[in-house]
Every structure is written in C-alpha cells, then in structure tokens.
Nanobody, 123 residues
C-alpha cells in the first residue's frame, strides 16, 4: 500500500511555468515507476509523462515533449512535473501514479493514484 499526495497546482497564465510535486509514502519508493496523468473537464484521463525506478528513462506524451520535464528525488520520495510554456489545453486535474512496470503510458499499469491537483491555465 502506497499513498501519493500531489501539490503545486494552481492558476497560471499561458506561457508561464508551474511545478507539480508528488510525495510518496514509505521507503519502497525506489521500487516504482512514477507517472503523471491529467483529466480535462468532459475528457478521459490521459497520459502526460512517466519515469523509471532509477530515473534514467522517461516517457512523454507528444503534447508534453519539449515543454514538460518529469523527475524524481529518491531521498525525499518525491516525483515532480516541471511544466513550462503552458497552454490553455493543459488545464485539468493532474494525477500522480505509481506502478511496478517500466515507465508505461497505460493507466492499467499503475496500481496507486493520488487524489489529484487542479491546474488552470488562463489566456
């Protein structure tokens, strides 16, 4: 059992930056690949980015490439999503997820989920 708690969401203007954090419980953080998903109003939850257990391998959705960076801190048991040059279409609830597989883009590959943090991008 793992608990994930997201933070860092808020209101940001288009073109600006925001950093999301995901704090994980326990010392087994290193055993899990971590990922970020998001869900816009009326839309399905979609993949944003993922990172391997050791942090050497990353995986990004096309919409995130070149703008977002996923990272992790093994000492603090925390994963991050650095969002730059944000767009209005980036608006949604962002969810942190943890799973035992490689940094997958599939929702079913993740066993644990946070409660989400709202990101709103204004024009």
């Amino acid at each position: 059992q793992v608990q994930l708690v997201e933070s860092g969401g808020g209101l940001v203007q288009a073109g600006g930056s925001l950093r999301l954090s995901c704090a994980a419980s326990g010392r087994t953080f290193q055993s899990y690949a971590m990922a970020w998903f998001r869900q816009a109003p009326g839309k399905e939850r979609e993949f944003v980015a993922a990172i391997s257990r050791g942090g050497a391998i990353t995986n990004y959705a096309d919409s995130a490439k070149g703008r977002f960076t996923i990272s992790r801190d093994g000492v603090r048991y925390t994963a991050y999503l650095q969002m730059s040059n944000v767009k209005v279409d980036d608006t949604g609830v962002y969810y942190c997820a943890a799973g035992m597989n490689s940094p997958s883009s599939r929702r079913n590959d993740y066993n644990y989920w946070g409660q989400g943090t709202q990101v709103t991008v204004s024009s």
